[in-house]
T-cell receptor, first 114, second 112 residues
Framework: DVKVTQSSRYLVKRTGEKVFLECVQD?????MFWYRQDPGLGLRLIYF???????EKGDIPEGYSVSREKKERFSLILESASTNQTSMYLC?????????????FGPGTRLTVT | GQSLEQPSEVTAVEGAIVQINCTYQ??????LSWYQQHDGGAPTFLSY????GLEETGRFSSFLSRSDSYGYLLLQELQMKDSASYFC?????????????FGDGTTLTVKP
């Protein structure tokens, strides 16, 4: 079974702090994604990566950056955390070229910025 | 652009059948997916329709009609454990790496 893990389930940070959210997948998937999920707004794509060192902006990239130095790891960085970045953050991965369009999600990190 | 609309909430009783609709506006897409998410959990993949018609997987079925810009998830013999949020998603044509757009989700409550 594919496993996607995220470094923390719950995180509390202060406004202005630099925040790192880590995601690791164990199935050699090329594609990885970062979403945020807010009540009533579904899942919104922040950034995605289609291969090592390759990244592309999603729908809401402002205030975020990402890093993918190794295939299995995709990091989301909040350069200067703000209260409006309080949210649930979900990481996902997908096998490139898979016939079935299936993303595997991690358990999520609930980030609170105070 | 792409947008998907789903009802925000649906309530049904145990043993019943429920249909969760997803209407979309997109210029073109590869297929329609459905995900289930229990409260506090991660979304998990349920089904995928690349072509028009019905796909059946046990108690769950999914339907797509591209001509009507419409799809639905059908849940039969509802069980309490089916109480969850359900999301439809499309992967627009021309996008990289399987980037997809999700609907806002439908919260299904199953009552005894």
């Amino acid at each position: 079974d594919v496993k996607v893990t995220q470094s923390s389930r719950y995180l509390v940070k202060r406004t202005g702090e630099k925040v790192f959210l880590e995601c690791v997948q164990d199935m050699d998937h090329e594609n990885m994604f970062w979403y945020r999920q807010d009540p009533g707004l579904g899942l919104r794509l922040i950034y995605f990566s289609y291969d090592v060192k390759m990244k592309e902006k999603g729908d809401i990239p402002e205030g975020y950056s990402v890093s993918r130095e190794k295939k299995e790891r995709f990091s989301l960085i909040l350069e200067s955390a703000s209260t409006n970045q309080t949210s649930m953050y979900l990481c996902a991965s997908r096998l490139e070229g898979a016939i079935w369009y299936e993303q595997y999600f991690g358990p999520g990190t609930r980030l609170t910025v105070t | 652009g792409q947008s998907l609309e789903q009802p925000s909430e649906v309530t049904a009783v145990e043993g019943a059948i429920v249909q969760i609709n997803c209407t979309y506006q997109t210029s073109g897409f590869y297929g329609l997916s459905w995900y289930q998410q229990h409260d506090g959990g991660a979304p998990t993949f349920l089904s995928y329709n690349a072509l028009d018609g019905l796909e059946e997987t046990g108690r769950f079925s999914s339907f797509l009609s591209r001509s009507d810009s419409y799809g639905y998830l059908l849940l039969q013999e509802l069980q309490m454990k089916d109480s969850a949020s359900y999301f439809c998603a499309v992967r627009p044509v021309g996008t990289n790496a399987g980037k997809s757009t999700f609907g806002d989700g439908t919260t299904l409550t199953v009552k005894p």
